[in-house]
């Protein structure tokens, strides 16, 4: 998880004259191509952009990743 702020705000509250952008977060998730459609579906469903939390997902394609890997279950 990542930390990000938040830009779809119409007007950013103020404090003293200085704008406070809405914190988010940004969540990673590495998968197997084939449960991507489901992983994403699964998101939006609990927490896409007409629910409270406004989450949109996307994908991109990964060739390589260090530091971890996949474990069958």
């Known amino acids: ?33 084939e449960e991507k459609s489901e992983i994403m579906r699964s998101i939006l469903k609990k927490a896409g952009p007409d629910t409270p939390a406004k989450a949109i997902a996307f994908s991109l394609p990964t060739s390589e990743v260090a530091g ?3 474990f069958d279950s």
């Open 68 to 70: 971890f890997g996949f």
């Open 1 to 33: 998880m990542l930390h990000g702020k938040g830009t779809g705000a119409k007007a950013d509250p103020k404090f003293h004259n200085i704008s406070i952008a809405e914190e988010k977060e940004v969540i990673l998730i590495v998968s197997k191509t």
